[in-house]
């Protein structure tokens, strides 16, 4: 079993930065994407970025100019750099991997919090 394991969540204060990384566990074959979503008390989880294959990137609309993700494709890394943070943006933040290696997989990791205070 793949695990992923995020890193980089906290507090700060609105106009602060964070940097989320996400590492698999182990060499993982076949991945498509990987990207980040998070979810906020008392509402769904919802898409903030994915990069997938070939470097193809899609943001939340909410996050477009403050966000960027980028991967190391050799270690299975996915990282987000937030800038301009919002209240708003408060929510555990998970990292995901999605592909086909015989079989599809659609891996979660155990999610990182991210404050943001006003």
């Known amino acids: ?9 906290g507090l700060v204060q609105a106009g602060g930065s964070l940097r989320l990384s996400c590492a698999a566990s182990r060499s993982l074959f ?10 906020a008390p008392g509402k769904q989880r919802e898409l903030v970025a994915t990069a997938a294959v070939g470097g193809v990137t899609n943001y939340a609309d909410s996050v477009k ?9 050799a270690k299975n890394t996915v990282f987000l750099q937030m800038n301009s943070l919002k209240p708003e ?7 995901n991997a999605k592909g086909y ?15 943001v205070s006003s």
Do not use: K
Not at 1 to 9: A, D, F, K, R, T
Not at 30 to 39: C, E, H, L, T, V
Not at 65 to 73: L, W
Not at 89 to 95: K, L, Q
């Open 65 to 73: 100019g403050r966000f960027t993700i980028s991967r190391d494709n």
């Open 1 to 9: 079993q793949v695990q992923l394991v995020e890193s980089g969540g």
């Open 89 to 95: 943006d408060t929510a555990v933040y998970y990292c």
């Open 30 to 39: 076949g991945i498509n994407s990987m990207g980040w979503y998070r979810q």
């Open 101 to 115: 290696n015989y079989q599809r997989f659609d891996y979660w990791g155990q999610g990182t919090q991210v404050a």
